[in-house]
């Protein structure tokens, strides 16, 4: 089945860090790639996303490349923040299974100053 | 313009008893889409609702179930509840003017449901 894996968490970093959470997913098909964040006792946010093998998604200094050959979508960032400090969720989808996001198990962030 | 809202955000219930859980997305929006967060399982799609039709259903028992009105708001009601029930429950909302699934999700804040 279709599914989506994340690099374990906590993952800590001090601020200005370069930031990597690796994803990979198992499709049938060429699913859609998003990346959400959670903050703390609030809903997902939506960071990026990416269509299409080879697009980039890119927002608040966070990239991540869609590569079909390695079946990934690592998120990156050249410098955290403390803002920073989440939950980040990897998902995919189909275009033809409308608003179903199947999601990793997410990867928790702590950037300390 | 107003973002994704769940009303309640908390509540606390015991088992065997019943829930209804709201969500309005966001306006002119036509899809909303249900998850289940836990600690252990990870966000989970339940299921879907377009222009007031159940599109898509994830794996879930029949005591999980939902409506969408004709202004888009949806409703998610839990029957019979047990103590696996206890989650943050999300809503989304997607434009969706194709009507093909492919629009982004904007999620709500969540309803934190506990069950005693």
């Known amino acids: 089945g279709n599914s989506v894996t994340q690099m374990e968490g906590p993952v800590t970093l001090s601020e200005e860090a370069f930031l990597t959470i690796n994803c990979t997913y198992t499709a049938t098909g060429y699913p859609s790639l998003f990346w959400y964040v959670q903050y703390p006792g609030e809903g997902l946010q939506l960071l990026l996303k990416?269509?299409?093998?080879?697009d980039k998604g890119s927002n608040k200094g966070f990239e991540a490349t869609y590569r079909k050959e390695t079946t990934s979508f690592h998120l990156e960032k050249g410098s955290v923040q403390v803002s920073d400090s989440a939950v980040y969720f990897c998902a995919l989808s189909f275009y033809n299974q409308g608003g179903k996001l199947i999601f990793g198990q997410g990867t928790e962030l702590s950037v300390k100053p | 313009k107003a973002g994704v809202t769940q009303t309640p955000r908390y509540l606390i219930k015991t088992r065997g008893q019943q829930v209804t859980l709201s969500c309005s997305p966001i306006?002119?929006?036509?899809?909303v889409s249900w998850y289940q967060q836990t600690p252990g399982q990870g966000l989970q799609f339940l299921f879907e609702y377009f222009s007031e039709t159940q599109r898509n259903k994830g794996n879930f028992p029949g005591r999980f179930s939902g409506r969408q009105f004709s202004n888009s708001r949806s409703e998610m009601n839990v029957s019979t509840l047990e103590l696996g029930d206890s989650a943050l429950y999300l809503c989304?909302?997607?434009?969706?003017?194709?009507?093909?699934?492919?629009?982004?999700?904007?999620f709500g804040p969540g309803t934190r449901l506990t069950v005693l």
């Open positions: 306006s002119g929006h036509r899809s």
């Open positions: 989304a909302s997607s434009l969706e003017l194709a009507g093909v699934g492919t629009d982004t999700q904007y």
């Open positions: 990416a269509t299409k093998a080879d």
